[in-house]
């Protein structure tokens, strides 16, 4: 049975076992959920009339464009370096081969950005880089095979959604807060909500969390990841509700590398082959109303609705 959790349920920082929650009839959304719907929300480039772009040149001008702009991508577009994505833009690949390779996309000093049904590959950076930006929704993406972080969000960016998204043959998956000693900038921000995501065979990241609180992590699917899932570190608070774990030796724990342990608060997940994880402290209260699907049934809802395709 799906399940909605209210706003009134969650408005006290509680414990796994001390929170209940209340059916709903709601099934999995396409819709934007999460910290991008908070912070004024996230919208793109709205009602803009498209523009469709299938040369590099092209392409590079309309997302660093100031003008609120929605960016059809057809085709592949071969990047040199990171291409820096200006505010107010929807960046959505056509069908289900629009393509970024060779380098990613730098969202950096942005807000209000919504980047979707994109392939990404052989990246020489990262994939995706959000930096002092605010109300990005990065959706229904592809990506596999790059060289270092494919989503990194960090530096004091703030209300982002990370949704239906399928990593795939990656190590390092998704970066939040990029060091230990950033927190003056970082501290009350880096809220960030990771939903529906498919991480099929990937090594660590899933996310590893510094600061942000609460980071909320939900009906993910961890098929085969190899080093662990969710690392929870210096002073964050992390809710891990919902998920499906399989072949997944390490799933979740508190501190990594050199990293201090924080808050993880992990309830109502699905283990198979897994391990248990581990948890402990508290986490803020989650301050949006969501869909949460059983745990249980989220493998095969994730598998067939993830990555590029599946939105128009």
Not at 100 to 129: C, E, K
Not at 272 to 281: C, F, L, P, T
Request: net charge positive.
């Amino acid at each position: 049975m799906s399940r909605k959790i209210s706003r009134a349920l969650l408005a006290t920082t509680a414990l796994a076992a001390s929170v209940i929650m209340a059916p709903s009839a709601n099934a999995a959304s396409f819709n934007l959920q999460g910290w991008a719907t908070q912070c004024g929300g996230t919208t793109g480039g709205g009602s803009a009339s498209p523009v469709t772009v299938s040369t590099t040149s092209a392409f590079v001008s309309a997302v660093g464009s100031s003008s609120t702009s929605v960016i059809r991508v057809s085709g592949t577009i071969s990047l040199s370096s990171m291409t820096k994505v200006a505010s107010n833009k929807t960046i959505i690949g056509v069908g289900s081969g629009a393509t970024i390779t060779g380098h990613g996309l730098n969202v950096s000093n942005a807000s209000n950005v919504i980047i979707r049904n994109l392939n990404f590959t052989n990246w020489a950076d990262d994939a995706i880089n959000v930096q002092y930006s605010t109300r990005v929704w990065i959706d229904h993406n592809s990506l596999r095979n790059g060289y270092d972080g494919a989503i990194d969000i960090k530096r004091a960016s703030d209300c982002v959604t990370v949704s239906w998204n399928k990593i795939s043959s990656h190590d390092k998956t998704m970066l939040l807060g990029h060091s230990d000693d950033n927190g003056s900038e970082d501290r009350g921000k880096l809220r960030v909500t990771y939903h529906n995501n498919w991480f099929d065979g990937t090594n660590q990241r899933h996310p590893r969390v510094r600061f942000g609180n609460p980071v909320h992590v939900y009906n993910n699917y961890y098929g085969g990841v190899t080093s662990y899932g969710v690392a929870s570190t210096m002073e964050a608070g992390v809710l891990v509700e919902g998920n499906y774990f399989e072949n997944t030796r390490d799933p979740f724990h508190r501190g990594e590398g050199s990293s201090p342990a924080a808050n993880l608060l992990a309830r109502n997940n699905h283990h198979v082959n897994s391990g248990a994880g581990q948890q402990g402290g508290t986490v803020k209260a989650i301050p949006y109303g969501y869909s949460l699907d059983s745990a249980s049934s989220v493998k095969s809802t994730v598998q067939s609705g993830a990555g590029v395709g599946k939105v128009g």
